[in-house]
């Protein structure tokens, strides 16, 4: 995972936490739901998705 721009490890750790444990799971996610349920900045969480997206 942190090799989506953006993400960390303490970022990553959130994520799986989350149920976003792959670049692949990540790039499929709905944002708002990921953001929401986590916490998160929205338009952060789509940021990652998208640069998932383009890494999958």
């Known amino acids: 995972m942190t090799e989506v721009p953006g993400v960390d490890e303490e970022m990553a750790t959130v994520?799986?936490?989350g149920g976003i444990?792959?670049?692949r799971s990540l790039?499929?996610?709905d944002p708002e739901?990921?953001?929401d349920s986590l916490g998160l900045d929205?338009?952060?969480v789509t940021e990652w998705r998208?640069?998932?997206r383009?890494?999958?």
């Open 42 to 44: 929205r338009e952060r």
């Open 33 to 35: 739901h990921v953001a």
């Open 27 to 29: 790039a499929t996610a």
């Open 50 to 52: 998208d640069a998932a």
């Open 21 to 23: 444990t792959s670049v």
């Open 54 to 56: 383009d890494l999958a």
């Open 15 to 17: 994520l799986a936490n």
